[in-house]
Nanobody, 115 residues
Framework: QVQLVESGGGAVQVGGSLRLSCEAS????????MGWYRQAPGKQRESVAA???????GYAYSVKGRFTISRDNAKSTVYLQMNSLKPDDTAVYYC?????????WGQGTQVTVSS
């Protein structure tokens, strides 16, 4: 099993920045791709960004050029640097790890962007 703990959420004004962190523990050798999802009130959870064990990245169109995902394998941690934040970025952000078998989710961290 893999446990994921997110940190770094909070409240910020439009145009501001936040960095989310997600530390994995447990059977970290079974982790393949790690990523960030978000869920706004009344909306479905959506993929924001993902990074493979080899470092390849992918982003949702809505965040491309503003968000950067990175991974420190030595620390078993994945980061999401969020710049130029907009009110539409307000959501609970979840860390996800795709394993050899199954996947794991973090508990979520709230990001609120106010104008």
């Amino acid at each position: 099993q893999v446990q994921l703990v997110e940190s770094g959420g909070g409240a910020v004004q439009v145009g501001g920045s936040l960095r989310l962190s997600c530390e994995a523990s447990g059977s970290i050798g079974s982790i393949n791709t790690m990523g960030w999802y978000r869920q706004a009130p009344g909306k479905q959870r959506e993929s924001v960004a993902a990074i493979t064990s080899g470092g390849s990245t992918g982003y949702a169109y809505s965040v491309k050029g503003r968000f950067t995902i990175s991974r420190d394998n030595a620390k078993s941690t994945v980061y999401l640097q969020m710049n130029s934040l907009k009110p539409d970025d307000t959501a609970v952000y979840y860390c996800n790890a795709r394993l050899r078998v199954g996947e794991s989710w973090g508990q979520g961290t709230q990001v609120t962007v106010s104008s």
